[in-house]
């Protein structure tokens, strides 16, 4: 494997569209053609400082609400965090980079549930500079089955309690944004976990290796 070949693939969906054992997949799959583990990274999250900003986005403090515009700006400085010293020095070791979830989450989330699309793009702008990733998988899901799902894993966090029309307002987004970008592949994720994962299989076999 060669320092080119290296590249970032990010999973993206809503709550419950089993994003988790898609990474596992992927890294297996990964692992297989490359000899080598990739980096794994979560988002908001990935290093010490990301991890601290985490729990500020996803635990709810009643003495302190959240503003949209702050769980905004905290979740680019996670990002920044993460692009500049995990991501970006991965890649220019060779190695390739898993992630859950990336800016197209900002976009969908923060963009398009919460209304800020403006103000989104400029931090987006002004914090990646264009850095994108190669590939992302959109595990696409109605919002509804998807709360579902994610009810059954425990107690939901600040996130997953946002209202239904949150979530709708966050998936049109998202297939608005993958339509327009061939880098986002949409992967229907109502289907069987079986069905889902050769949808992905699919994808990734038809990378160069």
Known sequence: MTQASAKFI????LEGAGKSSAIALIRDFIEKHTGLAPVCTREPGGT???????????????S?????????L???AARAQLVANVIKPALAEGKWVLGDRHNLSSLAYQGGGRGLMPLVEAVSNATLKGFKPDLTLYLDLDPKLGLQRAAKRGELDRIEQQAID???RARATYLKLASEDERIVVIDASQTMAEVHKDI?????????
Do not use: H, N, T
């Open 166 to 168: 949150f979530f709708e």
């Open 201 to 209: 299989l699919a994808v990734l076999q038809a990378m160069a290796w």
């Open 74 to 76: 905290l979740i680019y």
């Open 48 to 62: 010490p400082l990301a991890e601290r900003i985490r729990d500020l986005v996803k635990i709810a403090d009643p």
């Open 64 to 72: 302190d609400p959240l503003c949209d515009e702050s769980e905004c």
């Open 10 to 13: 990010v999973v993206e969906g």
